[in-house]
Nanobody
Framework: QVQLVESGGGLVQAGGSLRLSCVTS????????TAWYRQAPGKQRELVAG???????NYADSVKGRFFISKDTVKNTMYLRMNSLKPEDTAIYLC??????????WGQGTQVTVSS
């Protein structure tokens, strides 16, 4: 059973930074892609940043230049570094992974709140 466990969320002032972590059970190499999504109250879940196994990244326009996705294959952990945070970044952030067979896995989410 694959598990993804996020951590690192919290309350931060606008302009501040946070780093989210997502530990995967077993090897992170099993995944074709990993990603971070977010969901704000009353809004649809949106892709924030994605990372393929080959290292290609993609970002939502709203976070380009401020957020950075990465992974540590030794620790089986993916990260989302968030800089210059804005109140509109407030949301529950969820990590996501897709296996080579097309199965999709989600973490439980971690709350990020940015105060103005």
């Amino acid at each position: 059973q694959v598990q993804l466990v996020e951590s690192g969320g919290g309350l931060v002032q606008a302009g501040g930074s946070l780093r989210l972590s997502c530990v995967t059970s077993g090897s992170i190499f099993r995944f074709n892609s990993t990603a971070w999504y977010r969901q704000a109250p009353g809004k649809q879940r949106e892709l924030v940043a994605g990372l393929t196994r080959g290292g290609t990244t993609n970002y939502a326009d709203s976070v380009k230049g401020r957020f950075f996705i990465s992974k540590d294959t030794v620790k089986n952990t993916m990260y989302l570094r968030m800089n210059s945070l804005k109140p509109e970044d407030t949301a529950i952030y969820l990590c996501n992974a897709q296996s080579t067979t097309g199965l999709v896995y989600w973490g439980q989410g971690t709350q990020v709140t940015v105060s103005s």
